[in-house]
């Protein structure tokens, strides 16, 4: 791993107070990050996988412990800022596509740069070319509800590239894909792998983790392996 | 697309608040709303009942105001103005079947000299009339008038412009001639094509020399018309005093349902015009003390204009309180309306409000798309409703003789007021999507 650390955390703990039941979601969990990592994050039912990723996405500061992206500690930052490094630093990936139902495409695609303050023509340029790049440059004035899971997956991981992430986070990308569909989104992580781009995929299928790089394991809210993956 | 590793530690572009940004954001609401189109129109409903009916209600006032003060100018707001009236005795017996052989009533020439006697030093001028209803006929045409014998200082006093020719003379008063001056609407009528000017016209017999026109009277005239006379001003005759006092006799005979009857009245109107209107008011209560110290019956009515546009104006007043609260109830309720729906549609679209998040949307660009769309949403209530509100006053001064004015700036206030309503009423649920958290907005099926 010569590649140099993007992102950090250390000690990371995640606490939900539910009345009287505390939830510990995250217990101590430490993380090192590289340039140009495909990482799979894997694990049992409610281990904490996705607390993890809304904390690496800047979307949940974590109860306690460190997230360090690019120079900055974010784990302390306030709301504004933290939508901020959102928008220009992190690409998202979910489960169920998340696009914007009354936008087309293009715009959905866009939507990134929109909130970056970017002029419409360079965004709207921008778009159409990544469009074209996931193979629906025939399909920008579509509205999602028109595509196929599998095509608004594409659209999905379009608008994750759309600001140029440094990091890109997938959260059970395929779970709601048939193994074609699926297959083809692998394909396009892997190209996405080759150019250099950061990815982290939260999966249950041993089959997709072994396609990554390096795969973490959790288990109740702690790092079980962190390993790389021998082909 | 290249493919060099994007640098970790770049400069966090500049996310800065522009006017492009916000123009997108107006055009993603139109989209928006224009996307449920019915839903945004019963939404707006209210607004638009709200806003059409205040441009329509102050077009009412202006109208009436505009009107009153129209009736005000050609009454004379420096005039008091005593009309003889039948008193309801005499009208009692003359229904039964003992009938006298002429009713008496009304004002005389000696009232008119007692006060211009009392009041010497007060009053400028007194113009007295008789008003005789009669047909006047010019060769087969005939107008069914209200034939007005009076003073050469009536259009003067009154207001009231020889629009063609001209008025009578004092030497024609001293000569009792026959000439007369027709109201305009009558001249028309009288004479389709010809000049009237030079021809005569025939009244019970009697010729009459036409030496002038009246201008148009364009407003109803309240307040105008005499004792038994529907008829406006442009439908009325105006010939010397003398002259009428001569051919017409002093007893009048008047056909009636029952049969004819015949009264005897000397001066059916007078007009007391003052120097100017500061005393008019308590002038018309000493001009009523005096005639009634010499009447003992209930034959005269004293009418200060002047008085009567001060009633107007309150009662105006009081209308336009009571619609103007009205016109606010169905404001508020009409935003209140809007805010109950963008509170639904903030509901409806938390998952929508958590992608914006996670994409780098900060709280104040989900406050300002959302107020953007109550703002539009609410303009778009205020638009309808400016455009049903000035058809509104155009369709009732079309269908009914009331005048209604709309002033220019009673849309511009009427769609501001939507404005504003759009930013009260939409803060609220653009906060409540504003604090979401983006995490539990995104779980949010
Ligand atoms: N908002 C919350 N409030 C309370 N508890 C929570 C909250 N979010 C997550 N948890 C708890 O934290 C733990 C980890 O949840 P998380 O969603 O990270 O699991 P996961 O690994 O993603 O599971 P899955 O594979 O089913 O998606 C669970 O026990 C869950 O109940
Ligand atoms: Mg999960």
């Known amino acids: 791993m010569a590649n140099e650390i993007i992102a950090e955390i250390k000690d990371v703990y995640k606490t939900y107070q539910m009345g009287e039941v505390t939830v510990e979601a995250l217990r101590g969990v430490d993380i090192n990050f590289h340039q140009g990592d495909y990482i799979s994050i894997m694990g049992p039912s409610g281990c904490g996988k996705s607390t993890l990723m809304n904390v690496l996405g800047c979307l949940d500061r974590p109860s306690k412990g460190q997230y360090i992206l690019g120079k900055d500690d974010v784990s302390k930052l306030e709301d504004d800022a933290l939508s901020q490094i959102r928008g220009a630093r992190l690409g998202f990936i979910f489960q169920s596509y998340n696009l914007i139902q009354q936008l087309t495409v293009a715009e959905n695609i866009e939507l990134p740069l929109y909130y970056q303050g970017y002029p419409e023509s360079t965004s709207r340029e921008k778009a159409i070319e990544l469009a074209n790049r996931v193979g629906l440059g025939d399909r920008i004035h579509h509205k999602p509800f028109e595509l196929s899971g599998g095509q608004q997956q594409r659209v999905a991981i379009a608008r994750a590239l759309s600001n140029d992430p440094l990091i890109i986070l997938a959260d059970e990308p395929t779970g709601n894909l048939d193994s074609k569909s699926g297959a083809e989104i692998l394909n396009l992580f892997d190209e996405l792998h080759q150019q250099g781009k950061t990815l982290i995929m939260v999966t249950h299928s041993d089959e997709l983790a072994e396609r990554s790089k390096r795969c973490v394991r959790l288990r109740d809210g702690k790092v079980e392996s962190d390993e790389l993956v021998t082909a | ?445």
């Open chain 2, 1 to 445: 697309m290249n493919s060099s590793p994007p640098d970790p530690f770049k400069a966090l572009p500049n996310s800065g608040f522009t006017l492009s940004r916000l123009k997108r954001t107006v055009r993603l609401g139109v989209k928006s709303i224009y996307s449920h189109g019915l839903r945004s129109l019963l939404t707006v409903m209210g607004m638009v009942f709200g806003v059409s009916s205040v441009i329509a209600m102050l077009a009412v006032g202006e109208g009436a105001s505009f009107e009153a003060q129209e009736q005000l100018r050609q009454l004379g707001s420096n005039n008091i103005i005593i009309k003889s009236i039948k008193p309801a005795e005499i009208e009692q017996s003359s229904r039964s079947s003992y009938r006298p052989a002429a009713v008496e009533y009304g004002i005389t020439y000696q009232d008119i000299k007692e006060i211009e006697l009392t009041l010497e030093k007060e009053i400028k001028l007194i113009v007295p009339a008789r008003i005789i209803r009669e047909n006047v006929w010019y060769q087969s045409r005939k107008v069914n008038c209200d034939i007005v014998g009076t003073v050469v200082t009536y259009p003067q006093v009154r207001n009231f412009k020889v629009a063609v020719g001209r008025f009578f003379s004092q030497s024609e008063i001293y000569n009792r001639d026959n000439v007369c001056v027709l109201g305009y609407e009558m001249s028309k009528l009288l004479f389709p094509v010809q000049n009237p000017i030079g021809n005569t016209v025939k009244v019970s017999g009697d010729y009459y020399k036409v030496i002038g026109i009246m201008e148009e009277s364009g407003y109803s005239n309240l307040g105008q018309s005499e004792a038994g006379s529907s008829n406006s001003v442009s439908n009325r005759m105006y010939i010397p005093l003398t002259a009428a006092k001569h051919r017409f006799g002093e007893t009048l005979i008047r056909q009636t349902s029952g049969g004819q009857e015949s009264e005897t009245v000397q001066l059916h109107e007078a007009t007391i015009n003052l120097p100017n209107q500061d005393a008019v008011i308590e002038m018309g209560q000493i001009v009523e003390s005096i005639l009634e110290r010499r009447h003992k019956k209930d034959d005269f009515e004293v009418e200060v204009p002047l008085a009567l546009l001060r009633q107007a104006e309150a009662s105006a007043r009081v209308f336009n309180i009571v619609l103007g609260a009205i016109a606010g109830i169905s404001l508020l309720v009409g935003g209140i309306g809007i805010m109950n729906i963008m509170l639904a549609s903030v509901t409806e679209r938390t998952r929508e409000i958590g992608i914006r998040r996670a994409l780098g949307a900060k709280r104040h660009d989900i406050i300002l798309q959302f107020l953007v769309e109550t703002i539009l949403l609410s303009a778009t209530g205020g638009l309808i409703g400016v455009a049903l509100g000035m058809f509104v006053p155009l369709s009732i001064t079309y269908f009914t003789d009331m005048m209604t004015i709309i002033r220019f700036w009673t849309p511009v206030l009427a769609f501001s007021i939507s404005g504003v309503v759009g930013v009260i009423f939409g803060i609220y649920p653009a906060m409540r999507a504003a604090e979401m958290d983006p995490v539990e907005a995104l779980r949010h099926e």
